[in-house]
């Protein structure tokens, strides 16, 4: 359960990484510049960590309030005694999730790693939206008369740097 919170949340943070990268990029015309994604990145990963431990404090009260209530659950968040066992392992969860995405936040190379991966998502974003814009991209060779001006425009280019 816990190994599959971590790939959650890692998609998570991967998803807010590129979600930045992109902004940067187009809105701010922001250079890429790792440290400060990899800063980026570790903030993420700590705020995840910490919704974690705050999910499981809840957890934990809601599980000491519930001691003494009998009966059936008339709600989904409407929990019983009977709901202890599953209340508690699910704190427990929770706080071994908290504690393996600090760790992340903290090792280098897994951060690296997802900062390459936001980035390749982020390209291939900005690519599968350039490539659906009509004629962008994509051109026809001039023929005719507009080729003859194109050729004596290249030539004259070419000419302006032989001098």
Known sequence: MVADATLVSLAAARQ??????LVR???????F????????ARRELEL???????????LREVREATRRRRGVARAADDYRAADGRRLKRRARVLEELAERLAHLARDDAAV????????LRALDEIAAATAS??????????????????LQSLREELSDYAD
């Open 16 to 21: 807010a990484v590129k979600n930045v990268m």
């Open 25 to 31: 990029a187009l809105r701010d015309t922001a250079d």
């Open 33 to 40: 510049d790792e440290g400060w994604y990899a800063d980026a």
């Open 48 to 58: 995840l960590a910490h919704e974690a431990e705050v999910e499981a404090a809840r």
């Open 112 to 119: 690296g790693g997802l900062i390459t991966e936001a980035r």
């Open 133 to 150: 814009v009509p004629g962008v991209g994509r051109s026809r060779a001039a023929t005719g008369i507009a080729r003859s001006r194109a």
